[in-house]
């Protein structure tokens, strides 16, 4: 206790005037891309973990991180950065199928209608028969058989942490409800960071979307389908309404998935280009150490200039955005810390010889209403693409074809491993594609 205090009381004394106290606190208030005003993040060398410190007035946030990270007595500090979700881009331009009918808005579609929205799911060349196919899928049919023939169909048995807006996951009273395309049995328990109790609702729709994209219910006979729908959802709210959400309550969101016993935990927002956050490096540490699967979107261009956290933190897998044309999308970032591309929608980069351009569908809340739901075209993005590797890493653990291994981090790596050397190669430098384009069908068939 002493250190802390005689750390504190040499900031206090150290004469951070008034002048950039008011700097300080003029850049916490910056909504996207700002810190929160008068809180530093800290963790002392004493301490089992990091604490939120309060400043007083006229002492500058930067500077107070500053002098406080060069104590010995501290590990280390930092503002208290504030994230925002991977925001859509906005949008410019048979047998053997699961009997979701497509869009929940006007008349029913026929079992199987799913395919005319859903071509991310559908495989990419190759098909016999009467399938579809899509030169941007990643076979998910092919996974999906997989997993049947393991036993534990859409990745029964894996639960994967959804950190965003909330989920719609269940109906509370009169003003929310539920996704009518989310069972009632598909989530374990969450927590709302955000608002401090155990009702992770979203206000949103982004973390429903994302959600949906990972293990919405299939053949169902409602709606469109997931990735693996098998696995349980745990929703963990850490952005508000507005998408934002501070390094503090992202980091205890990450706690909380992997003490509660979460596989994957999947991340679709970034904070601001060169950011460092460590108290959630920290956490992630500890998540790859307990043998959990931490998965996050680059970030789009136009909303950040770089790959952004947490997609650089250690053991993360940073995820790039295609299009349905199977091209790289036109908001995916260049930078060595990508590790695979899956299907985020959107027009594709120039040179690109397919045309399609179409967003990811899910259900998810129309315009923020938390009782009406649909299929937005909105969203477009590396949080979307970032949704599909978190459900394909549920099916690969699920399927358990990556065998013991000595140790939790090992399993996480040995997972990795196969997610790269089964994706397909588009032709791009590693900087712009990672290891590929994931392909769910070969990551889940058994090696020969």
Avoid at 84 to 91: G, K
Avoid at 364 to 376: I, M, S
Wanted: proline share 8%; net charge positive.
């Amino acid at each position: 206790m002493n250190h802390r205090l005689s750390t504190f009381s040499a900031l206090v004394l150290l004469g951070l005037g008034a002048a950039q106290g008011s700097a300080g606190a003029a850049a916490g208030l910056s909504p996207a891309r700002g810190f929160v005003p008068r809180e530093v993040i800290v963790k002392f060398e004493a301490d089992a973990g990091a604490r939120t410190v309060k400043l007083p007035a006229g002492v500058g946030v930067r500077r107070a991180a500053a002098v406080l990270d060069r104590s010995p007595a501290v590990a280390y500090a930092a503002p208290n950065y504030v994230a925002s979700a991977s925001a859509p881009t906005p949008f410019l331009t048979a047998t053997g199928l699961p009997n979701d009918p497509g869009p929940i808005e006007g008349p029913p579609g026929p079992p199987g209608g799913w395919v005319s929205l859903q071509g991310n799911f559908l495989p990419w060349s190759g098909a016999t028969g009467q399938l579809p196919t899509s030169p941007g899928g990643i076979d998910a049919l092919g996974a999906w058989r997989n997993l049947r023939a393991a036993g534990r169909p859409g990745g029964r048995g894996a639960v994967v942490a959804v950190l965003d807006t909330g989920v719609a996951y269940r109906s509370l009273g009169k003003r929310v409800r539920r996704s009518p395309d989310f069972g009632r049995g598909q989530f374990v328990p969450g927590h709302d960071f955000v608002s401090g109790d155990r009702l992770p609702l979203d206000h949103n729709g982004h973390g429903t979307h994302v959600a949906g994209t990972i293990a919405e219910s299939t053949d169902n006979g409602v709606g469109l389908v997931g990735l693996a729908h098998g696995a349980r959802l745990m929703p963990v709210r850490v952005l508000d309404k507005h998408g934002s959400g501070e390094a503090a309550e992202i980091a205890r969101g990450i706690r909380f998935a992997v003490n509660h016993g979460a596989d994957v935990i999947n991340m679709s927002f970034n904070f601001g280009c060169g950011k460092r956050v460590p108290s959630i490096n920290e956490e992630l540490r500890r998540a790859y150490r307990a043998g959990v699967v931490a998965v996050a979107s680059i970030g789009n261009l136009g909303a950040e200039t770089c790959v952004s956290p947490p997609a650089t933190g250690p053991r993360v897998i940073g995820v790039g955005g295609t299009t349905e044309g199977g091209c790289l999308g036109s908001y995916s970032l260049t930078g060595r810390d990508i590790d695979l591309v899956a299907p985020g929608g959107g027009v594709a980069t120039v040179g690109c010889p397919s045309v399609a351009a179409r967003p990811i569908y899910q259900v998810t809340l129309r315009g923020g209403d938390t009782r009406r739901f649909g299929e937005p075209g909105s969203y477009v993005g590396t949080s979307m693409a970032a949704a599909h590797v978190s459900g394909l890493a549920a099916l690969v653990l699920a399927s358990r074809l990556l065998g013991p291994e000595r140790t939790p981090a090992a399993l996480v790596d040995r997972g990795t491993r196969r997610r790269r050397n089964t994706a397909r190669d588009l032709g791009l430098p590693s900087t712009r594609q990672g290891a590929g384009l994931i392909d769910a069908g070969r990551a889940t068939a058994p090696l020969p």
